[in-house]
């Protein structure tokens, strides 16, 4: 069995939160103590995917959804993950 990649983990978390596995306050919580701990390891596997992550799930996604709804927050951060996700399937990183 392989070992689960940093870009795996954080993946699953936020996956966690948008199957409302994860409370909102559990990834708001979590999400930067996540990519603190996984950013160096996501930086040696691949520094253009973790900076595109990171631009999308990070900055654009949580830094800025603090005043959002429940539903538009998760609808945001829905948005920010599709997008991630389209610049992996465009082998844009």
């Keep these: 069995m392989r070992k689960k990649s940093a870009f795996d983990e954080m993946i699953n978390?936020?996956?966690e939160y948008l199957n409302g596995t994860?409370?909102?306050?559990?990834?708001?919580?979590?999400?930067?103590?996540y990519l603190i701990k996984n950013y160096p390891k996501m930086e040696r596997e691949n520094s253009e995917l973790a900076e595109c992550f990171n631009f999308y799930i990070g900055e654009q996604g949580h830094d800025i959804a603090e005043k959002l709804s429940n539903s538009e927050h998760k609808n945001?951060?829905?948005?920010?993950?599709?997008?991630f996700k389209s610049a992996l399937r465009d082998n844009f990183y």
Aim: proline letters at 0%.
């Design 76 to 83: 945001l951060i829905r948005k920010q993950f599709n997008e």
């Design 13 to 15: 978390f936020v996956q």
């Design 22 to 33: 994860a409370s909102r306050l559990d990834f708001e919580l979590d999400f930067n103590y």
